[in-house]
């Protein structure tokens, strides 16, 4: 399973981008989709994930500026992201939950390479 990520780029605070992230390969379902980011010198940290129903969850740090979505059908993932601070900045990297196969219950998890989100002052 690979997971593409686009969207990410330079932007004025106050600004926003959006994030794709799309998944191909062996899927027979997708559980749950996800951003996280990492900050140079820090460790990677949730920043909000969709489950396959829609149920949503963020963290506290984005919450009213960010929001998540999907398209089940395109099993793609998108992040939009207003009123973006310095702060922000970071590379983001797309997770997924995945059911590979109708025969196997088995979950994997799966990352992006990452995409840069650099919001200047």
């Known amino acids: 399973v690979q997971l593409v990520e686009s969207g990410g780029g330079l932007v004025q605070a106050g600004g926003s981008l959006r994030l794709s992230c799309a998944a191909s390969g062996s899927i027979f379902s997708i559980n749950t989709m996800g951003w996280y980011r990492q900050a140079p010198g820090k460790e990677r940290v949730l920043v909000a994930t969709i489950t396959s129903d829609g149920s949503t969850n963020y963290a506290d740090s984005v919450k009213g500026r960010f929001t998540i979505s999907r398209d089940n059908a395109k099993n793609t993932a998108f992040l939009q992201m207003n009123s973006l601070k310095p702060e922000d900045t970071a590379v983001y990297y797309c997770?997924?939950?995945?059911?590979?196969?109708?025969?196997?219950?088995?979950?994997?998890?799966?990352w992006g390479q990452g995409t840069q989100v650099t919001v200047s002052s």
């Open positions: 997770n997924a939950l995945v059911r590979n196969s109708l025969h196997s219950t088995q979950l994997s998890t799966y």
